[in-house]
């Protein structure tokens, strides 16, 4: 299955797999790994967990990780933009990493890429 296939059935259907299986497509630099993050939740009460599902280094030292967080309400264009965008400069500073995609999802399969 080629990346836009895999692009179009994550946006169809949602899952934190088939975002790490997007990844692990799109490119051989990422390596997934599990680990929970939630402990960067402190305050925000919209998110019920936080999950690295992996990271990528780059030639030059940079650093990228990969995040997914679960809301407890409706993901809608407005709902906790600010609170996760606090969450992600927190991991990124606290963690050492350069960059982050942060995804943002709820039970319903909505969700929001965050760079």
Do not use: C
């Not at 059935?9 to 990844?23: A, C, M, P």
């Not at 799109?26 to 402990?39: I, L, V």
């Not at 998110?47 to 990780?65: C, E, H, N, P, T």
């Amino acid at each position: 299955m080629d990346n836009r296939q895999l692009l179009e059935n994550l946006t169809k259907s949602f899952s934190r797999e088939g975002l790490v299986v997007f990844f692990r497509s799109a490119s051989g630099k990422f390596r997934p790994k599990a680990e929970d993050y939630s402990h960067y939740l402190q305050g925000a009460e919209f998110v019920g967990d936080l999950q690295k599902l992996g990271s990528m280094d780059f030639a030059d030292g940079r650093r990228m990780i990969l995040l997914a967080g679960q809301t407890h309400h409706e993901l809608t264009s407005q709902s906790g933009k600010l609170k996760q965008y606090e969450i992600a400069k927190q991991v990124l500073r606290n963690e050492n990493f350069d960059a982050g995609i942060f995804v943002f999802h709820d039970s319903a399969g909505r969700f929001r890429f965050s760079w």
